[in-house]
């Protein structure tokens, strides 16, 4: 496991080995003591860590949903395994579903810039005209990331997508459009006002039309308005004594989605296994986007990745979020999930 170190000027190098060598420790002590069960494995990782876990599998034949501490820590509600969860940045595989059919139709072009794309941004983002749609959704474009700008934190959600976009303008570029890899958040705003204007409608409608409403995915939703709030799952910070569901809505694209664990399960297979994509489509979602993703924001945190040995998929909400060392936490538990899946076939078979 690569740790990455934050630290002061200060800092010796004894005092970095010795905080590495306990954190290792601490970890090789935990894998130590696996148990195999999925459940006690939630059970475990919960507590004492995170306020609720809910943890969704989905096989071909089957799926099963585990979930251990509360749904809202305040009311001590227990944790729901229907409860409706913010998946954050997991939007994006939905976007980049809907690009890979609207391509099919020509609507648009991996090739078509951003300069030809949104004219207005021509002479506010740099390289516009060099841009293309497939570095947008590969993340290969250079723009900044809008996230941590002053203008944002408590902006109004309700702002139309060029408001936000302007958060960057006349900004420099990360680099130069297609020499490195950077995940920015703000290409996937683009991506979203760039639908917007193709289709005349939003992006959103076009999204449960096309792949929602297919696939049957009543518990998905575009934006976190569109349902009642009892219905999703509290969010906390370790560090901040607040339920994030009540005061923060992100209803930015790419990050801005709410659904059930098991609405996510059978979106991730139907994208996987051609239920969702016709073979050309799938060709070009291949060409443009990964099929796993994880979400982070204030209070929520997911995982959600296809597993081929075990014909799996395992989504993991955590309403719980902090800082890196947490992310390292949150993955090492996920993985101890899967292993603990991969057990439960092995004494199933026997």
């Known amino acids: 496991m690569a740790i990455r170190l934050i630290s002061n000027s200060k800092m010796s190098l004894v005092s970095n080995v010795l905080f590495i060598t306990l954190m290792c420790s601490s970890f090789t ?57 913010k998946i954050a940045s997991i939007s994006k595989l939905y ?108 992006h959103h409608k076009y999204i449960k039309k096309e792949i929602l409403d297919p696939l049957g995915l009543k518990n998905t939703y575009s934006l976190s308005s569109e349902v009642n709030a009892d219905d999703i799952m509290s969010g906390y910070r370790v560090d901040i004594d607040s339920d994030f569901k009540l005061i923060e809505e992100h209803t930015r694209p790419g990050g801005s989605m709410v659904a059930t664990a098991e609405d996510v399960g059978i979106f991730l297979r139907a994208l996987i296994d051609g239920t969702l994509l016709n073979a050309e489509e799938q060709e070009v979602y291949t060409s443009i986007y990964k099929y796993e993703h994880t979400g982070w924001l204030n209070g929520y945190t997911s995982i959600a990745q296809y597993h081929e040995d075990i014909d799996a998929v395992v989504v993991q909400f955590v309403n719980t979020s902090k800082g890196e060392l947490f992310w390292a936490r949150l993955n090492r538990d996920y993985n101890r999930m899967v292993r603990a899946v991969r057990n439960n076939m092995g004494s199933d078979s026997n």
């Open 29 to 85: 002590g935990e894998f130590s003591q696996f148990q195999g069960n999925v459940q006690d494995e939630v059970d475990k990782a919960v507590d004492g860590v995170y306020d609720g876990m809910i943890l969704h599998v989905n096989q071909a034949d089957t799926s099963v949903t585990y979930v251990a501490g509360w749904k809202d820590r305040k009311k001590q509600i227990p944790a729901d395994p229907n409860s409706l969860f």
């Open 95 to 202: 976007i980049a579903a809907a690009v890979a059919k609207l391509i099919c139709v020509d609507s648009l072009a991996l090739g078509d810039n951003l300069k030809e794309l949104i004219p207005e941004v021509a002479d506010k983002i740099q390289y516009a005209d060099q841009i293309t749609l497939e570095m947008l959704l590969k993340h290969r474009s250079g723009i900044p990331e809008y996230i941590f700008k002053a203008g944002f934190a408590g902006s109004d959600p309700n702002l139309d997508y060029m408001t936000t976009i302007a958060l960057i303008y006349d900004e420099p570029a990360d680099f130069k459009p297609n020499k490195k890899n950077k995940y920015s958040n703000t290409n996937y705003l683009i991506i979203g006002e760039i639908l917007d204007r193709k289709l005349g409608y939003s």
